[in-house]
């Protein structure tokens, strides 16, 4: 223990706040020092470092790939020594007793794919040591930088997919845009997010206002959102009833923690624009573990082009059923044409960073107008796992393995379902 608080005492100290809600990572954790003082965040060669206070108690905790002092040895000689398990963490404790003149301390420790993660808090009072070791345990949990997301993720998941199909041109590539992005968001292949679903403008855009204002009001820092939109668009806005600097408004008061935005419309890239325009609002996002990605089916100065009518990888579906020229590249890239896209490293994951590639290169050469994006984001981020042909049949559209007559209902079943969500 000594060696450990030498190395502590030896880098310099930083004191400072962070915001309120703002969890910080250490490698494979998170830590949500709400009612903590941060006294101290250092290295020193591979070994990270936090000291924080609360209540007049210190504790120090440290991330390091070895470390005899908590080595699982060092657990099992110790008396008296317990485990604890907390947000699906096994940690092990042990007592120090004090003597010649130290402090006792409570130690704890675990391990994570050949990681150590140790801390101690010293003090007199064993109670007093136990109780602030306890309330720190309670705010570390494993990290879930990710939209697929483990057992371990505690927050909530949202999709919303709105559009304008009244206006004929475009009706059915609106519907299916939608459509398939829901499907992909909210099954297990792309997260289970709480899907919602808005058609129409008019009183669909103030049933869009009214949604984002009650998540505003309810969403906590460690949910999640995925937002499409379709239909036409103008310089700017959406002639489904809401303009760019209001998505963006809205989207930028959420607390979530991952916010990821996919628009399809004529001159749609106002909307990056538009997120550009305030990027001192998130572009330090990154330093709390916070993901913003806006992505725009084409430059502000550009159409956005109808897609090929029908998929042939889908035949029998209605016209307009395989989506917009930018949903229909999107929704290839998701099911699974965007695996191992420039990599040729087929893991049957979609990585944002797959997503971007297919999907910019497949709008573009394919229908001549480019997607564009902005935002705070990791290219390594999981979007979705590649669904099986069986999971692929049950999506909307989706026709694999079906007879003329089911593939017939099924579409049937489809308008029905869209004209009144």
């Known amino acids: 223990m000594r060696i450990w608080l030498v190395v502590a005492l030896l880098c310099s100290t930083l004191v400072y706040a962070l915001p309120e809600n703002r969890p910080l990572r250490l490698e494979s954790l998170t830590v949500d020092l709400q009612g903590w003082r941060v006294a101290q965040q250092a290295r020193s060669r591979d070994t990270r470092i936090l000291r924080v206070e609360k209540e007049g108690s210190f504790l120090v905790f440290l991330v390091a790939p070895e470390s005899e002092d908590f080595s699982p040895a060092a657990f099992q000689s110790a008396n008296p020594s317990w485990s604890r398990v907390s947000n699906g963490l096994d940690w092990s404790l042990r007592l120090v007793p ?180 305030k990027k001192f609002l998130w572009e330090n996002w990154g330093q709390y573990n916070r993901t913003l990605f806006v992505m725009a089916s084409s430059k502000l100065s550009e159409l956005s082009s109808t897609g090929p009518g029908t998929d042939n990888e889908e035949p029998g579906g209605p016209s307009g059923s395989a989506g917009s020229a930018f949903g229909h590249s999107l929704w290839k890239a998701l099911i699974g044409h965007a695996d191992g896209y420039q990599t040729r490293v087929k893991d049957g994951l979609i990585s944002l960073g797959e997503l971007i590639d297919y999907t910019v290169s497949r709008t573009q050469s394919g229908w001549g107008h480019t997607p564009v994006y902005t935002g705070v984001y990791d290219r390594e981020l999981l979007v979705n796992r590649v669904p099986s042909v069986e999971e692929l049949s049950q999506f909307t559209g989706g026709t694999e393995g079906l007879s003329d007559e089911q593939v017939a209902e099924r579409i049937a079943d489809l308008d029905v379902a869209l004209a009144h969500p």
């Open 98 to 277: 004090a003597r010649d003149g130290v402090r006792r301390s409570v130690v704890f420790a675990t391990r994570i794919r050949g990681t150590t993660y140790g801390g101690y808090a010293s003090g007199e009072s064993e109670a007093a040591l136990t109780d602030t070791v306890e309330l720190f345990l309670q705010a570390v949990r494993p990290y879930e930088g990710r939209s697929l997301t483990t057992d371990f993720f505690y927050g909530k998941k949202y999709y919303l997919g709105f559009g304008d199909y009244l206006s004929g041109f475009m009706g059915n590539e609106v519907k299916y845009d939608i459509a398939h992005t829901h499907d992909i968001f909210t099954k297990e292949i792309g997260g289970s997010y709480i899907g919602t679903k808005v058609h129409g403008s008019g009183q669909g855009a103030r049933q869009v206002r009214d949604y984002w204002r009650d998540l505003e009001q309810n969403m906590l820092w460690d949910d999640m959102f995925v937002q499409y939109s379709a239909g036409h668009g103008h310089e700017t806005g959406l002639a489904f009833g809401v303009s760019y600097n209001e998505i963006r408004d809205a989207l930028l008061a959420l607390p979530a923690r991952e916010i990821i935005v996919f628009i399809m419309a004529c001159h749609s890239g106002g909307l990056v624009n538009a997120f550009n325009d």
